[in-house]
């Protein structure tokens, strides 16, 4: 597998060297263009773009696992 990120020429056609294990192979070669100021992947998504990713049930264990975690770390510093 190669991958590589790099500044395609203007005018001149793109000659790819292939490392010797991929030559003579069947090869699938995907281009794009990556922005300027970073990946789309790091944009932040709104709490809503994920409703209905987790099960109810695993929704429900992981609220009430977070409520007893909350607690562990509350106990300890409060006035006795």
Do not use: C
């Not at 597998?1 to 395609?8: D, G, L, N, S, V």
């Not at 995907?30 to 790091?42: L, P, Q, R, T």
């Not at 992981?62 to 509350?74: A, D, G, I, M």
Request: a negative charge.
């Amino acid at each position: 597998m190669m991958r590589k990120i790099m500044h395609t020429p203007e005018r001149e056609p793109l000659v790819l060297d292939l490392p010797q294990d991929l030559r003579g192979r069947q090869v699938e070669i995907i281009a794009f263009a990556v922005d300027e100021e970073g990946s789309s992947n790091n944009k932040k998504l709104p709490a809503s773009a994920f409703y209905g990713i987790l099960s109810p049930e695993f929704g429900d264990e992981l609220r009430r696992h977070v409520e007893s975690s909350r607690e562990e770390w509350v106990s300890p510093f409060e006035d006795k």
